[in-house]
């Protein structure tokens, strides 16, 4: 099986018709961050950074704005097998003794719906790391979100996530503004003006 790990950009929903100019910002923090990159390209709404180094990779486009969500995570290709042996395979090196994980499928399935996955992945994951008493938790209570998305050809099987700014893409209003910072509340305005494009 050929694997591939990647840093995985999600946009924010109003960042998905700005997502050339997203990853020219992405282009050009890891530049200014020093960090090596082989690529920078989409697989339909997501983003992939091919880095030499993913972790100080998506630390430094955690900086930008636009982003849900950023994932490390290893590609493999969309087939039903392959997707649930690979949850099962990356869950025993995340996975804790007695921690309650709950598989989370998301994107486009072909040929199978991702619920599927969800249950044979929970299955294979209960029957085969019996040893570690890891045990299913629920949406609302569990410990380890073993996260995977799917688009056309490929599956994303997350090895590790964070939470991504929001807004919108650093300068795509194409427009300066000058913030008056005075106290707390015009320092919180300043950020948030930032965070809608503005320079």
């Known amino acids: 099986m050929n694997e591939k790990s990647y840093v995985v950009v999600f946009p924010t929903i109003f ?3 700005k997502i050339i100019k997203l990853i020219q910002n992405i282009k050009k923090i890891l530049k200014i961050k ?14 992939l950074v091919d880095a030499n180094d993913p972790v100080f990779a998506s630390t430094a486009i955690n ?15 969309n087939k039903f097998e ?3 042996s690979e949850i099962t395979s990356i869950s025993g090196n995340l996975l804790l003794k007695g921690e309650k994980f709950l598989v989370r499928v998301e994107g486009s399935s072909k040929g199978f719906l ?5 249950i044979a992945a929970t299955s ?3 029957e085969k790391k019996s040893k570690l008493g890891a045990y299913p938790g629920t949406d609302e209570n569990y410990n380890k979100l073993l996260y995977t998305y799917l688009t056309k050809n490929n ?18 209003q194409k427009e300066k503004t000058i913030c008056a910072i005075y106290d707390e509340l015009s320092a919180v305005s300043c950020f948030e003006t930032i965070k809608q494009g503005y320079d």
């Open 114 to 118: 991702v619920k599927d996955v969800e």
């Open 124 to 126: 294979n994951i209960i």
């Open 15 to 17: 960042s998905k018709n």
């Open 155 to 172: 599956a994303y099987i997350s090895i590790f996530s964070d939470k991504g700014n929001g807004g919108i893409p650093y300068q795509i």
């Open 63 to 77: 900086l930008l704005f636009g982003i849900e969500k950023i994932v490390i995570a290893r590609q493999i290709q």
């Open 82 to 84: 392959e997707i649930v």
């Open 34 to 47: 020093n960090q090596q990159f082989k690529s920078v390209k989409r697989d339909g709404d997501i983003i």
